[in-house]
């Protein structure tokens, strides 16, 4: 019976692999639009973190450890942000992650700028339009998205 019980504790305590970290969220791109597409995303995201978890692997195609541990470390928002903007930065995800993690205080906007996608740039606005086509999936995980990006040049593939 103590075993039983021991061992329900621990399938509780570490059994979900999908399970974030709750850190304080904050849309820093820029951008009022991109700002408020984010924040729904991540309230979205608190609401099913499995189904963030699925729709960011599926629809960026980044492995699911990977999501897993930017999700320690990141809010679900960040990670969203980390994931559109290895893409349109043509970057890979981790080092996507790290970079903004070592400087959270710039903001999204500053790291997009910095990863060559200008304010106003058409790269700018392809990613705005591709937020909005992603982010509106309802983060269910089923969405297909688009291979292209990360596919390109094997910085973004699953390893």
């Known amino acids: ?7 329900l504790f621990v399938m509780l305590a570490f059994g ?15 951008d ?4 408020n597409m ?8 608190l ?13 960026f195609n980044i492995v699911g450890s990977k999501v897993d541990a930017a999700l320690k470390i990141l809010a679900p928002g960040d990670v969203y942000m980390a994931a559109q903007l ?18 959270k205080s710039k903001g999204w906007g500053a790291m ?11 790269e700018f606005h392809a990613m705005k339009k591709s937020m909005k086509s992603k982010g509106n999936s309802g983060n269910k995980g089923n969405s297909k998205g688009n291979a292209k ?10 390893k």
């Open 112 to 122: 997009a700028k910095e990863m060559g996608i200008k304010p106003g740039s058409p």
């Open 16 to 30: 979900a692999s999908t399970q974030a970290q709750i850190v304080k969220f904050t849309a820093t791109v820029g």
């Open 86 to 103: 290895s893409v349109s930065a043509n970057k890979p995800f981790d080092e996507v992650v790290k970079t903004y993690s070592a400087n």
């Open 149 to 158: 990006g990360n596919s390109g040049n094997g910085k973004g593939k699953k």
């Open 1 to 7: 019976m103590k075993k039983n019980i021991l061992a």
């Open 32 to 35: 009022p639009e991109m700002d």
């Open 38 to 45: 984010l924040t729904s995303i991540h309230n979205q995201a």
């Open 47 to 59: 609401k099913d973190i499995t189904a963030f978890h699925n729709n960011v692997v599926n629809t």
